[in-house]
């Protein structure tokens, strides 16, 4: 089938951080180049005012009745929208989501292992301190899907590798200053720890707070928020400092937005996409930090290829 | 019923505090009597009364209802239940409900399917008895009225009867926010009401009120009742006396019989907002000038709109105001006396830019003592002073700052005769200094204080009388439309 | 007789409804397609849950209260009704009537120890919401069907959204507004000193309209559920600022009993509507934020004219 | 003072409540680091002090006075300010002069649509809040741009353990608690709280000192915004939002009154560390997220009933 005359619209939950704001860029850029070459009619980008699963939701109703043929959604929740994705599928429109997933089994989800995200953060921190010690987790929002995901990769890494414990835990609700107040509070009270987990976004204000609190720093996984990155960059230069960044890339937005185009072309789609999340290791930080655009996020953008090959390797 | 009392309160004492509002109170009221309750300002009548009524405990002292001591558990329900009503001296009106509504408020009986048309009958008759010609929809929202109007909603809510009968009616100072020919109606009507066999108690501090309407008077003092006779017994100058209140010498037409406005410069002029045909107001340098008219007229717009600068008033120089209505208009609840007094001058007691409290609280003390406000100490709560004194205080705001022009707004309202002459006297001392001062009243007797008096009638200006040529009968012809019916006053 | 029919009461009563056909008839023109019975249902259904936490922000308004816990408490209701409420009936009902009977308790306490209801509600907010997050600590659950069916219900000819909101407008402005029983709750808003000198107990009636309060608070938790299918602790902490200016559109006061159950039922759709309005807009995502901000001030600058215009006739 | 009138002091429950708290998580972790808590709580306290001074006036100016636009303006005032400096240290001055104009802005708009389009209070600043962040959005579209290094220092120095902001936030509080008592602008807004339509026959310019409220709490919440993303290394779009409700706990449980008229500048920054201890001793004690959550808002009401003890009802 010919797509030139569809139409993709964009539900997004949230536009306060700059992962969002990445992201937002990332669908704009590919689907504007997408629109100007007749692949699509149009993909247009509404965002909520605030992240709330009821706002979503009307957000979800009315682009059905504005006729668009396929939505792709970032979700504030995987289940609350449930009932305007069901709405949208029997009205005949193709629903994606990514990144904040829906469970609705008429939509399709290109999902992140955020369980194995945690799981491989405690992972690298046994391999890199094989004595083990005390770690402490960041979270970030309660009751959000995300983190407690998150967090159980986590606790599932700690007790597999049975050598660290979790002497505290904070929400920093994915927010620099949050976790930064949060860690400052907690810190004093805590004995020495070995390493920081976190969920991203949060990692330089948790640098920030153990440096204020004049500790010795502990390894902190961070976020690849590119202020992160930096620092990494500076402790490495200083004193040869070690971690990991691990995140999911904002561009899984333009993946999406091709993965519904398939659908809308008549492809063969699996319901079920997974892709892998975006890593960067003492090694590939200097070239990671230089594509990475200042006070933003390390990203990667999908092209039609790209998104073909993650189709047929879901097969 | 005539063997006893209907209502015995026996040695009924409360203090707030330092301050002790009744010391042993004895009063009886009898079946078919209105008892006249006199006394300066702050001499415990309301307080007493919310004895009676059932809503504040008394720390000692028995209270008999219709031969049974209902001392126990005395409650504003039992009261309620014994027929004892009260118009309290503060407003008691929901101002967001309607006219029915409220008389729905204080007649649990009035429910079920159509209770909305009994209230309005049972609200609109008693109206319509009291105060004919009332002008008043029971469907109008209370809020939208005029002081006056909501008055007479609540007194004709208290005279109200359903299935339980208005056997006490006590009516805390009903006129004072009535002008004369509504307040004439109000007492018309207690007399009938007393001949019918009802018992009302009326406080107020128009005398002439009293000594025409009572059967028995009792006078107050300080916390205790210090007379107790027939009507018959007292006159103008023995009520004073009992009183304790020494001022009252200055009777009489106090204003010059010379004119100041052959030589004295115009401060302000002022024009009502009205459609209709109207004279405009001004006022000279030192003049004390009076608006006049039944209450309602467009008075106290008219003083706002002087008081703001407002366009189509042409006023030079500051203007302060005394509010009448002083729940709404005047106090600030949270504040002490004394802050509720310096907050008119504060510029007076700055010291670069601080203010000096040590200053500002002298100033209080002053016109604490000038003006007789009755308080141990200017630093207690506003609200802990009586209606009256409250008043005061917001006298001494005003005549505290340094405002050339002084607009007040009926503001004798709760005023006791002995202070009313002390502020009288004080205004016209004020005015040879220099001051001017726009008095609205719906008191004939406070007209005579003034150079020059403006009649209100439906938003504009009537009539323009000098003082030598304002008399009572002229005040009123103007107040009545000429094809309306003249209520003889 | 026209001077009675537009007397300032009664035009102040129009604005509310005024503003939100104004609102209605701009989305008609810019999205046909929602003019008509699936258009309406889509338009208007997540109104409904609002509409009801509104009128219960609205009985807290009217005793000069304010509540901003509303949003903590209709997500726990949330949670409960996809969990309890789906899974053992009894149990959950048995929790939401005690959660309603906490509401009349929290207005017991308030005017016991004269607490500011900003500050309790205030730290109630963080109650409901930590007990939301314990009862369904990961989103989830599922709505009852009965519920779910009932909220997706087609009847013939007007769709169910405007059945359900029209029936709550009237049923709560009859009960508040014109009941005998009504008109004292709503006296003890405009002058609670007056209401105890005739004998009423304001402690009651703070209770009664408290548990009102809570009782809407359930029943939009529950309309919620039977939207959304499933419920997560965060769902409708929204709700709490949506409810306060809903009952202001339409037309209610902070202070002295001055409420209508009619606005607020109509500044609730206004204000489900507005977002609505703008998504047909297709602005640019920079600026669809602060659209939002902007029709709501488009609307309330609408009712200043109004009033202008009606001053000058 | 005699001892009663000590204990009806309005902000006491605060501090009563901060030094419980504290005193409970020193309990509980045997005495280690009580005294960099402090610390923490001193640094983090200053910025919930610095918005809640404004959102204290503009609580204090009567019911529906609520400022809901300072998450907004922090974030815009802050990311304007972060861009234009750029990380210059030349240009601190200017990215000041620049976060304060952003907050004067931010109050003029607010009040002109109060005053001019007659909009509650409430909703006002709630819609023109939309406004901001979207300004904000398109400003710097989410980028965290690093404050200027000597900033960044100046922000988290200390003098003798002591944190430089919060030395400087005490000073601020100071100056606004004589603002308060001992000017006529406090007056005044304390006459406007209780009893607005009486203020202005008092004499009050009603309206210029409700404008004055207004700017004044965008310009604190701007200030703050500067000082935040300084402190914390940039400016986010979503740094404000914890200050939304915040700032008003921290308003009213230092024991300013919400039905206006009343206000106390003590009370502030014992409420502020009250709520900042309250949370790390809950984090201390590994309590999970909704344990968490429950426990804050018991103890926040149970402050506020012990505050009420003193309080006697009125008669009558
Ligand atoms: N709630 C209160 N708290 C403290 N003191 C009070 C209170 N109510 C009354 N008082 C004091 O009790 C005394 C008697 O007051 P009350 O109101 O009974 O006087 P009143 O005779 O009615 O005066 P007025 O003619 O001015 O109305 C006054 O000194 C007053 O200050
Ligand atoms: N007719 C009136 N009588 C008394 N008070 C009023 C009246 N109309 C309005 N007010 C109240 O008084 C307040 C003062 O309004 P106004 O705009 O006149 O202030 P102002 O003190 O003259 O201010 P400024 O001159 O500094 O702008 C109004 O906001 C309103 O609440
Ligand atoms: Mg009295
Ligand atoms: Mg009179």
Redesign the pocket.
Known sequence: ADTAGKRIALSNNYAGNSWRQAMLRSWEKVTSAAVADGTVAAADAFTTAENQVTEQAAQIQNLILQGYDAIVINAASPEGLNGAVKEACDAGVTVVSFDGIVTEPCAWRIAVNFKQMGKDEVLYLADKLPDGGNLLEIRGLAGVFVDDEISAGIHEGVAETGKFTIVGSVNGNWAQDVAQKAVAGILPSLPDIVGVVTQGGDGYGAAQAIKAAGRDMPVIVMGNRQDELQWWKEQKDANGYETMSVSIAPGVSTLAFWVAQQVLDGADVPKDLTVPFLRIDQGNLEENLATTEAGGVANVEYSLEDAKTVISGAM | MTDGPIVLVDGVEKRFGAVRALSGVTLDLQAGECLGLVGHNGAGKSTLMNVLSGIMVPDAGRIVIGGADLTERYSAVSAMAQGVRCVFQELSLCPNLTVAENARISHPAISGIGWRRRARALIGGMLDQVFPGHGISTDDVVGDLSIAKRQMVEIARAFAVTDREARVVILDEPTSSLDGVSAEKLLAHVRRYVAAGGTCVLISHLLGEILNISDRIAVMRDGGVVALDSARAFDRKSLVAAMGSVAEGLQGPAAKATPKRADAPAVLTARPETKSETLALSAHKGEVVGLAGLSGQGQT?LL??VF?HAAGTEVRGDVALVAGDRQT?GIFPLWSIAENISIGSLRQFLNGILLDHGRAQAFAQDWRARIGIRTPDVNQPILSLSGGNQQKALFARALGSTAGIIVMDDPMRGVDVGTKQEVYAMIRDEAEKGRTFLWYTTEMDELRNCDHVYVFREGAIVADLPHAEMSEEKVLHASFRDDGVRVSA | MIGAIFSPRVLRGLLPPLSLAVLLISIFWLQPRTMSYFGLNLLLNLAVPIALATIAQMFILCVNELDLSIGGFVSLVACITATWVQETPLFGLLALAALIAAYAGLGALIHIRQLPSIVVTLGMSFVWLGLAVLVLPTPGGKAPDWIRSLMTLKPPMIPFPIIASVALALIVHVALMRSAGGTVLRGAGGNPAALARAGWSILRIKMTMFALAGFFGVLSGMALVGLTTSADANIALRYTLLSIAGVILGGGEFVGGRVSPIGAVIGAMTLALAGSFLSFLRLNPDWQIGAQGAILIIVLALRLLIRQAEKRR | MSRAAILRQPWLWAWVGALAVWLATAAFTGGTGSGQVISAALTFGAFFVIVALGQMFVITLGPGNVDLSIPACMTLAGTVSMKIMDGAGAMIPVGLAVAVAVGLAVGVINYTLIRALRIPPIIATLSSSFIFQSAAIWYNRGLRVKPPEALGDFTTAKIAGMPFIAILVIGLAVAMHILLARTIYGRSVLAIGQN??A???AG????????ITYIMCATLAGLCGYLLAAFSGGAALNMGEEYLLSSIAVVVIGGTSVAGGFANVPGLWGAALFLFLLVTMLNTFGAGAGVRLVLTGLIIIGVIVAASGGRHKREG
């Open positions: 717009e706002v709109r703001r208009d | 607005m339509r203020a202005g026959l009050i310019r009603v309206e210029r000192i409700r404008a």
